[in-house]
């Protein structure tokens, strides 16, 4: 027996005012107990309320609708909440989704570990204390921060005190729901490194999810991997690596590149998931899947056993029965999708470009006065590099490198403390501290900004025509047939087609990647010779970055700007950047060719960066 | 410790500025004092004689000299605690006929409010707590309608029905024939005297902490925070009062000090209804009178008031909410 069965599992959410919508579909698996079994998906996956079904926390208007779930021989799916108490944490605990709230901010952390252990265990008073500082050490954390409240934590911190919540009573069993999403590369590793040794010394079961194939390859014994609310294929984590079934994990595992590689290629997954509200008929991931046959658009390919695990694909059966190779070909491992590729070469080429800003030994000191003291802080220190046309630099480093504060000063928000930004533009050299006014107002239509989060960079109240409008009105003076013509050929060169379909819609009717699409075309709008994008990609799915990423590239070259990639990842720097910068504490502390710089990195703080991208490869 | 004495700090400026401001406002207002005092002794249409209105000013010491020299007296009897005194009520001082008001008004407020805080806050809490059951939509669509009433409108419906129909309750004064002090009889009569302004307010006042409360509740309840404690197994209780309640009263208790301030607006027009011998009857009078020394002393005594109940709030919001503390000290 299991320690956990899921059998026949389904959630549906009925809310008042829409459609009924089933997040999950007759989902079954089982964990074995002190197994570690990750499951990926998309955002909308269903794999967040799967999760959140396991532990019996869904929230009107969502319930669970079919199927049983039955932890260590307990049949809990519908078990008394009174009952339930009695297993919750001491069982089944769980670290929430890139926990930064998952702390009582009003009271102090020591509270929030006595509460639970006392609530389920015999320990009080001192015992409890000890029990504390034990699990303190074992997350590596000072015992000074016991009694801290959470706002004095790091986020990296944070996420430690909450795994250690979770292990508090030893349990048997721990969800984890995307632990470390947000958090930098560095401390995502190695918070991970801390679970997965945890993990081997007392023998939990876990749950990761996560929607980073990379580190679910990395950390996982076996994988489900979740599509439209329903497990599509399930494998050991070594077998799903070299011989996957279903298109869709092929897709996943393509998005993912080496970035050691001459060529680094990736895949996407073009479209979108389906509406879980309609009726679907056939696969429900037939409309995005270039193996698709007559077949898949007819009957839903049920999960099967198959290879070393299970898989619903139609062709991934056919292909695996007896002489089905050779009536429909040989198993493929990659997926047959849109490519996005970056060589070496263009990076050669491109660093031939003209030098259009020039960071000449730029510092940027803030001062804080409070009273009479008076504190400085050196952001930056010392920066100098170049930005050229038709090149993409990278900007790397963790949150409080001086990344956005160099941003900051590149696009005339901020001015050096020391030192000089000459921008190269049609008017000679111009030194950009010194603009004010109208001179600051025509150099914002040469450099322009790409936020990190597309779901608020685009005005919720406005249509995208009007969205884009904006800028060629406010700075080419267009009005009328021009105005649209121009804003048509926007959403075109953004591959939002056909245009005329997206000029009535609002941004919050599109998709994440659709949304940062508009906001490009927006940066793009007035013709800018530079683009400041501030990790463009990191709150979109994995299956739709490597779109944005191509998007990104492929105007680098056509349009004959620079880009200025900033971001904390060294993995996506090396798909677009033809140069990496790496900052630590605000110093430069490499600089050169991206592919030069990962395969043989001088400086210390680069290899901790490379070391921490997952490499199931 | 900075946190504190930073507020206490802005407490003591305020406080000045408050001080300068209760000078300089009656005096910007148009009438003299001893010229309504005169006409009020020898009838509306009498010939006003100067020499009268002179003495009179003598006789009140009504001010005289340039403003700033009037300032720096003002100032100096300030710190003695001498106020002067009332015009209207000539010759008592004007502590002496505040003292008599005060407590009836500070007691009739803080009973009502501090009730109605308590009432609002656990009605509105838990109302979010079992949200969308009959007992949510009663207390919301309750609220919703009697908050659009006013206390004086309810207090006029109180004095009609419970005063003059049904007769239970004295429809005016503090008091009858007792005499003031603690002895049973005058308790008695001043707590039915005062049941009914205190129900006037007591009806609307909870509203706005129902409301508040329910809907702060309800969204720390998709806190990330709430949904750990629930799957920490912790009793109901534990998490909808210590993790969900304990949060969502922060914006309260900063809201209960403004809302004092406000409530002595409303108050005025409960007492003059129920003709009430407190504060807010007393300072109808001092405007109708232009009784500057009372009007003045009435109007710094309230602005004090709310300035120490904002003190105070800020200071149990830095012992409430350790975020605060951190970010402003």
């Known amino acids: 027996m299991s320690l956990l069965d899921v059998s026949d599992l389904s959630v549906r959410y009925e809310p008042k005012s829409h459609r009924p919508l089933d997040a999950v579909q007759h989902v079954s698996f089982s964990i074995e107990a002190g197994e570690f079994v990750g499951l990926i998906g998309e955002s909308g996956s269903g794999k967040t309320t799967l999760g959140t079904a396991l532990l019996r926390l869904l929230q009107r208007p969502g319930r669970i609708s079919a199927g049983s779930i039955t932890f260590d ?26 926990s930064m709230n998952a702390l009582n901010p009003v009271t102090r952390v020591e509270a929030q570990f006595r509460d639970v252990i006392e609530q389920h265990s015999r320990l009080r008073g001192e015992a409890v204390t000890t ?23 790091s986020g990296g911190m944070r996420q430690r005190v909450n795994l250690a919540l979770a292990l508090a009573l030893e349990p048997k069993f721990v969800l984890l729901d995307e632990p470390t999403t947000g958090l930098d590369v560095v401390v995502q590793h190695s918070i991970l490194e801390n679970v997965r040794r945890l993990q081997a010394e007392q023998g939990f079961a876990v749950l990761f999810i996560s929607h980073d194939i990379g580190t679910v390859l990395d950390l996982s014994d076996r994988i489900l991997v979740m599509y439209a609310g329903r497990i599509v294929e399930e494998q050991p ?31 996407y997954v073009p479209g979108r998931p389906p509406d879980l509200s309609l009726e679907i008929r056939g696969c429900s991931f037939a409309p995005r899947c270039p193996e698709r046959i007559a077949r898949c658009t007819e009957v839903d390919p049920p999960l099967l056993p198959m290879a070393a695990g299970r898989a619903a694909c139609h062709v991934a059966q056919l292909q695996r029965d007896e002489g089905g190779a050779g009536e429909h070909g040989e198993p493929k491992r990659t997926f047959d999708g849109p490519q996005f590729v970056k060589t070496a070469e263009e990076s050669t080429q491109a660093l031939r470009g003209d030098v259009v800003l020039t960071v000449d030994h730029v510092s940027k000191v803030f001062t804080r006065r409070r009273g009479l003291t008076v504190q400085h802080t050196e952001a930056v220190t010392d920066a100098s590099f170049v930005l050229r046309k038709g090149e993409v630099t990278a900007l790397v480093g963790q949150s409080g490198s001086g990344k956005s504060t160099l941003a900051r000063m590149i696009t005339g928000v901020d001015s050096p403390t020391t030192g000089r930004i000459v921008f190269h533009g049609p008017n000679g050299d111009q030194e950009v501290a010194g603009f004010r006014g109208r001179s600051l107002r025509d150099y914002r239509s040469n450099v322009q900004m790409v936020f990190q989060d597309p779901y608020s960079s685009i005005n919720p109240a406005k249509r995208l025509g009007y969205v884009l409008a904006r800028p060629l009105a406010n700075y080419h003076g267009l009005k009328g047939d021009a105005l649209r013509d121009r804003v048509e050929e926007l959403l075109e060169t953004v591959a ?36 400041v994008a501030d990790e463009p990609i990191s709150s979109l799915d994995v299956s739709i970055r490597a779109e944005i990423l191509e998007l990104l590239g492929g105007l680098v070259q056509t349009k004959d700007v620079g880009i200025l990639y900033i971001t904390h990842d060294l993995l996506s720097a090396r798909m677009l950047a033809d140069e990496v910068i790496v900052l630590n504490n605000g110093r430069i502390v490499e600089q050169g060719q991206t592919l030069a710089v990962i395969r043989s990195p001088q400086d210390a703080y680069t290899r901790t960066l490379i070391e921490a991208i997952p490499n199931p490869f | 410790m900075r946190y504190f004495a930073r507020k206490f700090g802005f407490f003591v400026a305020t406080l000045w500025a408050v001080v300068t401001l209760n000078f300089l406002i009656p005096r910007l207002q148009p009438g003299d004092p001893a010229e309504i005092m005169v006409k009020k002794l020898a009838g509306k249409d009498a010939q006003l004689d100067p020499a009268q209105v002179r003495a009179m000013r003598a006789m009140l010491g009504a001010p005289d000299g340039s403003l700033v020299q009037q300032y720096g007296t003002y100032l100096g009897e300030l710190v003695r605690g001498n106020f002067g005194l009332s015009y209207s009520y000539y010759p008592f001082k004007v502590t002496e006929v505040i003292g008599q008001a005060f407590w009836w008004t500070v007691i009739l407020v803080t009973v009502t409010q501090a009730l109605s805080f308590v009432v609002g806050v656990v009605l509105g809490a838990y109302a979010a707590w079992r949200r969308n059951s009959r007992f949510d939509s009663v207390v919301t669509l309750g ?17 009609y029905v419970f005063g003059y129909s049904l007769g239970w309750f004295p429809t005016s004064g503090g008091y009858e024939e007792s005499t003031p002090g603690l002895n049973f009889p005058f308790v008695q009569e001043a707590v039915s005297h005062s049941f009914l302004p205190a129900l006037a307010l007591l009806i609307v006042t909870p509203i706005g902490w129902i409301l508040g409360m329910r809907n702060t509740m309800i969204m720390n309840l998709g806190e990330d925070y709430i949904r750990l404690a629930k799957a920490k197994g912790l009793p109901d209780r534990v998490v909808a009062l210590k993790y969900a309640a304990r949060n969502a009263l922060l914006p309260s208790v900063t809201g209960f000090a403004l809302a004092l301030g406000g409530v002595l607006g409303g108050a005025i027009l409960v007492e003059q209804a129920f003709d009430y011998p407190g504060l807010g009857r007393l300072m109808g009078e001092a405007v109708e009178n232009k009784d500057y020394p009372l009007l003045q002393t009435l109007m710094l005594l309230t602005t004090v008031g709310v300035l120490v109940a904002n003190l105070v709030a800020d200071l149990l919001y830095g012992v409430l909410d350790p975020r605060a503390r951190r970010a402003q000290s």
């Open chain 1, 131 to 153: 029990r504390i500082r034990e699990l303190f050490d074992m997350v590596i954390i000072d015992h000074r921060f016991i009694s801290a409240y959470p706002h004095e934590l």
């Open chain 1, 496 to 531: 939002l087609t056909p245009a005329d379909r997206f000029v009535n819609r609002y941004g919050y009717e599109l998709s994440g990647g659709q949304r940062q699409r508009v906001v490009i075309a927006k940066a793009l709008a007035v013709e800018p010779d530079i683009i």
């Open chain 1, 73 to 98: 021989g307990t049949d809990i799916t519908h078990l008394h909440e009174d009952e339930l108490r009695d297993l919750r944490w001491r069982d089944i605990s769980t670290v929430f989704q890139s």
């Open chain 2, 143 to 159: 609220s919703t309608f009697l908050g659009t009433l006013q206390p004086f409108w309810i207090a006029l419906l109180l004095l």
């Open chain 1, 237 to 267: 984590a070594a077998a799903l690596l070299r011989d996957p079934l279903h298109p869709y994990s092929k897709g996943l595992l393509g998005s993912y590149g080496d970035p050691r590689a001459e060529t680094v290629r990736i895949t």
